[in-house]
Every structure is written in structure tokens, then in C-alpha cells.
């Protein structure tokens, strides 16, 4: 289908690109003569992936560790690795999918953290694209419907149980007391995770 919008050939059914995605955003790029025909149009789409996945990298290891070194070590060994760089100049499917894994990674480990629905929202939207883009994203959102109610029931059950510590541990203190160190401790518990 997204070939035969930008070459003008009829394919047969055997003979077909493959998933949407990929083809549907580079469309616009092929569009342009130039880009076109030296093949950039495509090599345009994995390099903002590219971009795309290393900024997800470094908020996934600021969102999982709370730490930004843990964050820049993460984009640094992403960005500089001479396979990936490859990769993500080629006009391929998987530069794609590789965003789709990592946009989703991190919106649902955002949800798991905060419980917002936007983050679940975007989660799904990555999801939804990882399937339009390859066969690998079918088992990958297969994967997180399965996996969601079971890490959120987790997630909820370590909260309430954080909160019960901290309030049991701060009835304890005296009361002039009690309101600052009940927000140092849910601060120390937040940045933990």
C-alpha cells in the first residue's frame, strides 16, 4: 500500500511493503523530489527516531532511578553505540519499532509511578503504532495488556502499604513534628523507586 503511493506500481498481494506506519510517515518526505530520489526521505524518519529514542532512554533512567547520571549514562551508551547509529541511518522498520518499545516502556512506567491517564493514554498510543509498524509489536502490546493490571495491582499494593508504614511510624511523634518528617519520608520513599 505505501509503496504504490509513492513509485505508482501496482504490487501484487504477495508483494506488499507490510505494515503502515513507517510508510504513511515517510510519505510526506517522499514527496519531495529530492529526498526521494537519493533515499534520504526514509534515512529522515530513523534519524528523529533516533533522536526520539535517546531522549525516552535518558527519561526512563531519570523516571527509574531518580538519579540524571543514570539518565545520561543511559543516552550516552544508546548514543554511541556504532550499531545503532547504522541502524538508525538505514530507512528500516525497526528504528520505528524501537520508538514505539521505548516511547511505551516509558509512558507505562510513568503510570505505574504517578497513576495519570495521560501517561496510560500515550502508553496505549505507542502501543497502538508499535502494531501498525511491525509483527513484533503485536506480542509487545499483547505483552502489556497482560502485564498492566498486574504491575498497577502491585504498584497500588506497595503504595498503600508505604503509606500505613508512615503513618503508623509518624503517629508516634509528637505533633509540633509530625508534618515534616511525614513529608521527608514520603520524599526519601519517592526518590527511592
Known amino acids: 500500500m505505501g509503496c504504490s503511493t509513492t513509485s505508482n506500481r501496482d504490487y501484487g498481494n504477495s508483494e506488499r511493503c507490510g505494515f503502515p506506519l513507517p510508510h504513511i510517515l515517510a510519505a510526506p518526505l517522499a514527496a519531495i523530489d529530492p529526498l526521494w530520489?537519493?533515499?534520504?526521505a526514509g534515512s529522515l524518519l530513523s534519524v528523529?527516531?533516533?533522536?526520539?529514542n535517546s531522549l525516552f532512554l535518558f527519561l526512563i533512567g531519570i523516571e527509574w532511578t531518580g538519579s540524571r547520571i543514570a539518565g545520561w549514562l543511559a543516552f550516552l551508551f544508546f548514543a554511541f553505540?556504532?550499531?545503532l547509529i547504522y541502524l538508525f541511518t538505514t530507512p528500516e522498520n525497526e528504528p520505528l519499532m524501537i520508538l514505539c518499545i521505548t516511547g511505551l516502556l516509558y509512558y507505562l512506567?510513568?503510570?505505574i509511578r504517578h497513576q495519570l491517564w495521560k501517561d496510560l493514554a500515550?502508553?496505549?498510543?505507542?502501543a497502538f503504532a508499535g502494531t501498525w509498524t511491525r509483527y513484533e509489536g503485536w506480542a509487545i502490546a499483547a505483552a502489556a495488556v497482560v502485564l498492566m493490571p498486574i504491575i498497577t495491582r502491585r504498584a497500588l499494593r506497595r503504595n498503600s502499604?508505604?503509606?500505613?508504614?508512615?503513618n503508623s511510624a509518624c503517629a508516634s511523634v509528637p505533633e509540633p513534628h509530625n508534618g515534616k518528617i511525614a513529608t521527608k519520608r514520603h520524599k526519601r520513599s519517592q526518590n527511592f523507586l
Open 37 to 40: 530520489r537519493s533515499g534520504a
Open 81 to 83: 553505540n556504532p550499531h
Open 161 to 166: 502499604n508505604r503509606e500505613d508504614g508512615c
Open 109 to 111: 512506567l510513568r503510570w
Open 48 to 52: 528523529v527516531c533516533f533522536v526520539g
Open 122 to 126: 500515550f502508553a496505549a498510543l505507542f
